[in-house]
């Protein structure tokens, strides 16, 4: 039985002092919840991340950011390199989330760069993916997914490829309140899942996590996580709200 992940991405949001009363408030009902079979992870701004880091200490939630470089180190005025993220206590990173794919240019290309430039440094990475609506409209959906894994993650050597969780985010169900149906979203993750196993085999394809993303919120998570190919979900607005935050994890726990 695979585990879950619940992770939460704070995205630009949340002045220093409320990140840290936000990761006070998850760490006590994480307490209260005592997750079993389910990791959580807290994907916060880069200012945020070591405070944070610090507060979850020894609580069992780990942390990541929301991006990395895909350089090393040198003159890139602004960047943040993954051996940086892991020096301020995060084991993860979020890697083409479709904001950064559409708002910041990240091609396929790119994205690969930064995922093995994560991987070196050693932090585990969540590979984003996923269709715009007109894609989806004109049922291009599973062509648009099988080229970002194609060409952004399959080609890794399969103990890389271990170091990284894959999240399905349909980018129409991102921020709008419209999720994915867990008959939608299991039929996505099953195909993600063969394309795993067509890449590495069927026993890495089982223990893949492959998390949906999409207006998760407490009152839906259950019915999404129930689906068999479907291991946590990748949570935007409502890890914002601890109580909310806390719900879905309680679903994931189910
Ligand atoms: C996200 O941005 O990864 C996300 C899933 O956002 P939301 O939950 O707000 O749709």
Redesign the pocket.
């Known amino acids: 039985m695979r585990r879950k992940i619940v992770a939460g ?1 704070w ?1 630009m949001n949340l002045s220093l002092a409320e990140g840290y009363q936000l990761a006070e408030s998850v760490k006590s009902e994480t307490k209260v919840i005592k997750p079993a079979g389910t990791d959580i992870v807290l994907c916060t701004p880069f200012i945020h991340l070591k405070g944070v880091s610090d507060i979850v200490q020894d609580s069992g939630i780990a942390t990541g950011a929301q991006n990395c470089s895909n350089e090393k180190s040198g003159a890139f005025t602004g960047e943040i390199s993954a051996s940086m993220i892991k020096s301020a206590g995060a084991r993860w990173v979020i890697i083409g ?1 479709s904001e950064r794919r559409s708002l910041f240019a990240e091609t396929d290309n790119l994205v690969l760069r930064k995922t093995s430039a994560a991987i070196e440094s050693g932090l585990r990475v969540i590979f984003c993916c996923g269709e715009v609506l007109a894609e989806r409209e004109r049922n291009d959906h599973f062509r648009v997914v099988k080229r970002q894994l194609d060409e952004g993650l399959l080609g890794l050597q399969v103990s890389d490829f271990s170091k990284t969780v894959i999240a399905y ?1 349909p980018v129409w ?3 709008t309140g419209v999720t994915a149906s867990p008959i939608q979203a299991q039929e996505m993750h099953g195909y993600i899942r063969s394309l795993v196993q067509e890449a590495y085999g069927t026993t890495v394809a089982r223990e893949t996590l492959i998390l949906y ?4 919120k407490a009152s839906n998570a259950a019915e999404i996580f129930s689906m068999p190919d479907v291991d946590g979900g ?5 890890s914002l709200n601890s109580a909310e935050f806390a719900g879905i994890i309680r679903a994931a726990e189910l």
């Not at 993303?213 to 998760?216: D, L, M, N, V, Y």
């Not at 990748?234 to 409502?238: E, H, Q, S, T, V």
């Open positions: 991405n995205k989330h985010e169900a991102i921020g993303g999409g207006s998760c990748l949570i935007g607005g409502a």
